[in-house]
């Protein structure tokens, strides 16, 4: 501001155009919609930054070459989302909070740049409006409707709304005579693909606005870049550097172990199926340990690895629960946005546990409803993947990667 | 109803000495109650203090002349108010008046101390020397009479003392006394404390024996202080020839002190001015969110500080501090904003430019206070009559609580006409 003013009168009296600023400084025009947008996605404390960098220096995170999230405080008060988006720092920040529980003035930083990553991830969404409804409460239920309908559809379809007389040919409760695999698989597997394209777009877009906004090619190979990223992300050692969120790093590792856990035992799962259903279709005997459609004895190893990675998913998004109620006060409270994804990913265990349980207690209404509610927020969670805060695992890689491929990426141990 | 027409001031610094003097040569008695053994508060600590930069006495002493020419000022050292009770214009106040151990027929002669076996830290330069525990509590102090300091002296220790003294001015029989006064008006001018250093995690938590705050600074400077005003650090007494100052050491902040605590700025340009002054070829570097110099003349102070191509502003608040085990050094880590980096630069020694902390949190007044979402003295919560001064209600320079002070005296002269 000062240079501003101070430059003024000169060209004034040379009466010429104003000269390009030599230095890195800019001339900004606040966007106020953004900025609001911002304080309504959790950053409501974004006005109190008074720009003291504290919160740069007790950041464990950051590079020391411009580091964040201080230059992001003054992006986001004036609005400059293009500074915001394009920029790898906003990912590479993890929410250790120890910024916003040492800042002076109460203005988050933790929570802003939350809200901002909020933004981020709607921005770069395909389609867009998705984006916009994911984010936003009032259409929660109509989220929740898309799912509920189509399978309420195909049951109808295939006259399965008599809950209580579904059984298997050997009279027990089995969700595969319910709704036969091929149908889910039908819904499923499109709506997997359909997220994977969707974030890969969103991803090649982010990855170009960096490129563009920071004005660096990244140098060297990418693959050992995303090498190391993908070492970065499984060892959890940046969890380590934060102080205020230590915790986190063991709810997170259980619950994105588990998540792996269960993507085999789902893969598992469709061998034994179709591995099943084609050796029976070539007219051969199947091996006998395709077991075929489930549900699958307690004894079998995939039945081990399912059940161990539900407990692990189930304690630790309890964890992060727990984590998240312990350092409100330090740390902020979190958004809706932040909230719907832990509540999503507490659903589909909790729905998932309690339909093998009532199934073994043989009580069929309840055990059907409740698989009911399970195939819709497991629809939730994929099919909304790109637009919710899932997004996070490959944004945050992406950036991550960025960093690496230029350098700009701190050393872990 | 009697008439009352006395003012109890609590707090014998520069507020409520001003408080005391402008009541009572408006022809009313005061009393002073003073929990050291000397008036002259914070001033007293100061090395050179705004505007005029001279040293304290140029302002106190014309102060305590004043007092001693006015019958009607009655002050007690070593005193507490333990209760104020009864209300505007008739308040009954209890003050405890703990043993000095020395008489008026005390001429400072230093015998005693000389004679005394045992020592004490020494609080009037924040501990980092030591005094006999038969003392004066400055130079210059007011009353000029020694002390004894019991905690740090058994009765046997007193003997010798009491055997050195000529004047027959040391007193072991005296006691600890209850004395009520009668006052129409209460003036809390109990003042402020440096912010606590061991508060500051992120500055080191006060562990550190090359990190001071600002009022230790001002003591090291002080030609009576603990190296008879030789800028030296305190771990090893190497001069300081590059230092750091960190502003906003507490203050500013909704963990620590809400406010801004007015006088840090300058105490650090100052501080940066005695550094320079004393050595020609030293290096200061001031960290700093924004610096504020409060006051009509005051910028002008920190424009020629700034010409000094030695003193280096940085903007960015300093918010990790590492002491090098072996030297003794400092390191800052600290975000240097226009630079746009994160750094770390090392330092002889470093001054956390501590805030303000109101008093009354730490010792009690007698009455019930309440305070401001800021932690700042309530002054329209307080009793009828009961005035809070200076640096209770905001953070002050000298020249602005003397100001305040004058103005609470005219309240209490208010008061207790009006009855």
């Given at each position: 501001?000062?240079?501003?003013k ?7 009296v ?7 600023l030599?230095d ?8 106020l ?5 911002i ?7 974004v ?5 003291c ?5 007790v950041c ?10 201080r ?10 989302k293009?500074k915001?988006?394009?920029n790898p720092?906003?990912w590479l ?7 916003t529980a040492?800042c ?8 802003v740049?939350?809200a901002v990553?909020?933004l981020s991830?709607e ?18 239920v ?5 799912p509920?309908?189509?399978f309420l559809?195909?049951?109808a379809?295939l006259g399965?709304?008599?809950l ?5 040919d050997?009279?027990k409760?089995?969700?595969s ?10 819904v ?6 359909f ?7 969103g ?5 170009k ?6 004005g ?6 990418i693959t050992?870049?995303i ?9 959890h ?6 102080n ?8 997170h590792?259980l ?7 269960l ?13 099943y ?7 051969k005997?199947?091996y006998?340990w ?17 059940n ?7 304690v630790?998004i309890v ?10 006060e330090?740390a902020?409270?979190?958004g809706?946005?932040?909230w719907?994804?832990?509540?999503i990913?507490?659903?589909v265990?909790?729905?998932g ?15 059907y409803?409740i698989?009911?509610s399970?195939?819709?927020?497991v ?15 490959l ?5 991550m990667v960025?960093a ?9 141990k | 109803?009697a ?12 507020s409520g ?5 402008e009541t ?5 008695e005061?009393?002073?109650?003073e929990k050291?053994?000397?008036l002259g508060g914070?001033?007293a ?10 040293p304290?006495?140029c302002g106190l002493?014309i102060?305590?002349?004043r007092?001693?020419n006015?019958?009607r ?5 070593l005193?507490?108010?333990?209760d104020?009770k ?19 027929k005390c ?5 005693c101390?000389?004679a005394c076996?045992?020592y004490?830290d ?9 005094t ?7 130079e210059?102090?007011f009353?000029?009479?020694?002390v ?15 055997e ?14 209850t004395?009520s ?12 404390n ?5 508060k ?6 006060g562990?550190?024996k090359?990190?001071i ?5 001002e003591r090291i400077?002080s030609v009576d ?5 030789k800028i030296?650090?305190?771990s ?8 750091a100052f960190v ?13 801004c605590s007015?006088?840090?700025?300058l105490?650090?340009?100052?501080h940066?001015m005695?550094?320079?002054?004393q050595?020609?070829?030293s ?5 700093y ?8 003349y005051?910028?002008?102070?920190y ?6 191509p030695?003193?280096?502003?940085t903007?960015?608040k300093?918010?990790g ?6 030297t ?5 880590e600290?975000?240097d ?5 994160k ?24 009455t019930?206070i ?11 919560a ?21 100001q305040?002070?004058?103005?609470a005296?005219?309240?209490?002269i208010?008061?207790v006409?009006r009855?």
């Amino acid at each position: 501001m000062e240079q501003e003013k101070a430059e003024a009168p000169e060209t004034k009296v040379a009466k010429a155009a104003p000269e390009p600023l030599k230095d890195d400084s800019i001339i900004a025009s606040p966007d106020l919609a953004f900025v609001n947008e911002i304080i309504k996605g959790g950053g409501e404390s974004v006005k109190k930054c008074y720009q003291c960098a504290t919160c740069s220096v007790v950041c464990n995170l950051t590079p020391p070459d411009n580091p964040f999230p201080r230059k992001e405080m003054i992006y986001a008060q004036w609005g400059m989302k293009d500074k915001l988006f394009g920029n790898p720092d906003i990912w590479l920040c993890h929410q250790c909070s120890d910024c916003t529980a040492y800042c002076p003035r109460g203005a988050k930083p933790g929570e802003v740049l939350n809200a901002v990553r909020k933004l981020s991830i709607e921005k770069y969404s395909v389609p867009a409006f998705m984006g916009k409804l994911v984010g936003n409460p009032g259409a929660l239920v109509l989220l929740l409707a898309v799912p509920a309908v189509i399978f309420l559809i195909i049951l109808a379809g295939l006259g399965h709304l008599n809950l209580e007389s579904i059984r298997n040919d050997a009279g027990k409760i089995a969700y595969s005579s319910l709704i036969k695999s091929y149908y889910i698989d039908g819904v499923f597997v499109p709506i997997f693909m359909f997220a994977v394209v969707s974030l890969a777009i969103g991803v090649s877009r982010y990855w170009k606005d960096m490129i563009k906004t920071a004005g660096v090619k990244p140098k060297g190979s990418i693959t050992s870049a995303i090498t190391a990223t993908i070492g970065d992300i499984l060892s959890h050692k940046r969890f380590e550097l934060c102080n205020v969120a230590k915790d986190r790093k063991m709810a997170h590792m259980l619950v994105l172990f588990s998540f792996i856990g269960l993507a085999i035992t789902t893969a598992w799962a469709v061998t034994y199926l179709y591995g099943y259903e084609i050796m029976h279709a070539m007219g051969k005997t199947p091996y006998p340990w395709l077991l075929g459609p489930s549900p699958y004895p307690l004894s079998d190893p995939v039945k081990w690895l399912a059940n161990a990675s539900a407990i692990a998913l189930l304690v630790g998004i309890v964890m992060v629960i727990m984590n998240r109620k312990k350092n409100e006060e330090k740390a902020g409270k979190g958004g809706y946005y932040d909230w719907l994804f832990i509540y999503i990913v507490f659903a589909v265990m909790a729905t998932g546990i309690l339909s093998e349980l009532v199934r073994l207690a043989d009580l069929a209404l309840p055990a059907y409803i409740i698989y009911f509610s399970h195939l819709v927020v497991v629809f939730f969670l994929f099919a909304y993947a790109p637009f919710s805060k899932m997004a996070h695992m490959l944004y945050r890689a992406t950036a991550m990667v960025y960093a690496k491929a230029t350098e700009r990426d701190i050393e872990v141990k | 109803m009697a008439e009352n027409k006395k003012v109890l001031v609590i707090g014998g610094g520069m507020s409520g000495l001003t408080a005391a003097i402008e009541t009572a040569e408006a022809g009313l008695e005061a009393y002073i109650v003073e929990k050291t053994p000397y008036l002259g508060g914070r001033v007293a600590q100061i090395s050179k203090y705004f505007w005029k930069l001279c040293p304290p006495n140029c302002g106190l002493e014309i102060q305590f002349k004043r007092i001693k020419n006015n019958p009607r000022i009655r002050y007690y050292t070593l005193a507490e108010v333990e209760d104020i009770k009864g209300e505007e214009g008739n308040f009954d106040v209890t003050v405890k008046l703990h043993p000095r151990f020395v008489n008026d027929k005390c001429v400072g002669c230093d015998a005693c101390a000389q004679a005394c076996p045992s020592y004490r830290d020494n609080d009037f330069n924040f501990g980092m020397d030591k005094t006999k525990a038969a003392y004066l509590p400055f130079e210059q102090a007011f009353p000029f009479k020694y002390v004894i300091d019991e905690r740090a002296c058994s009765k046997d220790c007193m003997k010798p003392c009491l055997e050195a003294c000529k004047y027959d001015a040391i007193d072991l029989g005296m006691k600890p006394e209850t004395i009520s006064l009668k006052v129409g008006a209460v003036v809390l001018a109990t003042g402020w404390n440096p912010y606590d250093m061991n508060k500051l995690d992120i500055l080191g938590s006060g562990k550190m024996k090359n990190v001071i705050t600002n009022m230790m600074m001002e003591r090291i400077a002080s030609v009576d202080g603990p190296t008879k005003g030789k800028i030296v650090r305190p771990s090893d007494g190497k001069e300081v020839k590059n230092i750091a100052f960190v502003q906003c050491a507490g203050s500013r902040d909704e963990n620590h002190l809400h406010y801004c605590s007015y006088v840090c700025c300058l105490a650090s340009l100052k501080h940066a001015m005695y550094v320079r002054e004393q050595y020609p070829d030293s290096k200061v570097q001031i960290f700093y969110i924004d610096i504020r110099t409060p006051g009509l003349y005051e910028p002008r102070f920190y424009w020629k500080i700034k010409d000094d191509p030695n003193v280096i502003f940085t903007k960015g608040k300093v918010a990790g501090i590492t002491e090098d085990p072996a030297t003794k050094d400092v390191t800052v880590e600290v975000e240097d904003i226009y630079a746009g980096g994160k750094i770390k630069a090392s330092f002889d020694m470093v001054v956390l430019a501590t805030g303000m902390d109101v008093s009354t949190k730490s010792s009690k007044v007698g009455t019930a206070i309440s305070y401001t979402p800021d932690g700042l003295v309530d002054d329209s919560a307080l009793k009828k009559g009961i005035y809070a001064v200076g640096t209770l209600k905001s953070p002050a320079d000298v020249a602005r609580s003397v100001q305040d002070a004058t103005g609470a005296a005219i309240k209490c002269i208010q008061s207790v006409n009006r009855r």
